[in-house]
């Protein structure tokens, strides 16, 4: 399985961004999906993620309500739509194949990872 992200930039502000991210493979659809980031200095930390049944999602308070998770199981591509960014928002951004159909808050709980994506906010 691997893993390709792509929509990462510069951007000010208060800007957007979207994020895709394309997995290969026939098995896209049986399992969740996830971001996450990590900036300079600091942890991993989950963003977002993406069950399989209902497409339910969940997310890391910090991003809630400015951040949006979608997956396109036709195309095996998942989606986080940033809105309203902050520079606190700037680090790679990976996206990450769960280990189970429910989307999980834990690194561990995916076993696949893309290479990840620049994202920079500035002031």
């Known amino acids: 399985v691997q893993l390709v992200e792509s929509g990462g930039g510069l951007v000010q502000a208060g800007g957007s961004l979207r994020l895709s991210c394309v997995a290969s493979g026939r098995t896209f659809s049986s399992y969740a999906m996830g971001w996450f980031r990590q900036a300079p200095g600091k942890e991993r930390e989950f963003v977002a993620g993406i069950g399989v049944v209902t497409a339910s999602t969940t997310y890391a308070d910090s991003v809630k309500g400015r951040f949006t998770i979608s997956r396109d199981n036709a195309n095996n591509t998942v989606y986080l739509q940033m809105n309203t960014l902050k520079p606190e928002d700037t680090a790679v951004y990976y996206c990450?194949?769960?280990?189970?159909?429910?989307?999980?808050?834990?690194?561990?709980?995916?076993?696949?990872w893309g290479q990840g994506t620049q994202v920079t906010v500035s002031s």
């Open positions: 990450a194949r769960g280990r189970r159909p429910w989307a999980a808050l834990a690194g561990n709980d995916y076993d696949y």
